[in-house]
């Protein structure tokens, strides 16, 4: 069996600046000139895994380009998010810069 984690999960304990959830994560990578990520996507049956840009979030709905058009994704839809390292860590420390 694995190691269980003693630490316990505190609402204070947030990481600050950093997503917590798909939606926040979308809209912090969306402000990037860099904002190529892969998506993983419930389709019913299959989960299929799309390399896009962000081109935006508006309310619950994430809008990709993918080659010569554009994807409308319900985030709900969305299972997770792939991103570079550099560029989560670039758009983090950016943020957190600017509320400085």
């Known amino acids: 069996m694995g190691r269980e984690c003693k630490h316990e999960r505190h609402e204070h ?5 950093f997503p917590d959830n798909i939606r926040e994560l979308l809209c912090l990578l969306a402000n990037d000139d860099d904002n190529r990520v892969t998506v993983v996507i419930d389709a019913c049956e299959d989960c ?4 896009v840009e962000i081109v935006s979030v508006i309310g619950e709905l994430a809008i990709f380009r993918c080659h010569d058009k554009f994807k409308f994704v319900k985030i709900c839809c969305i299972c997770e998010v792939i991103v ?9 420390l ?3 810069n600017c509320h400085r």
């Open 48 to 51: 299929i895994l799309e390399n």
């Open 84 to 92: 570079d390292c550099e560029t989560i860590l670039d758009e983090v």
């Open 94 to 96: 950016d943020t957190h």
């Open 13 to 17: 304990a947030k990481l600050r600046n």
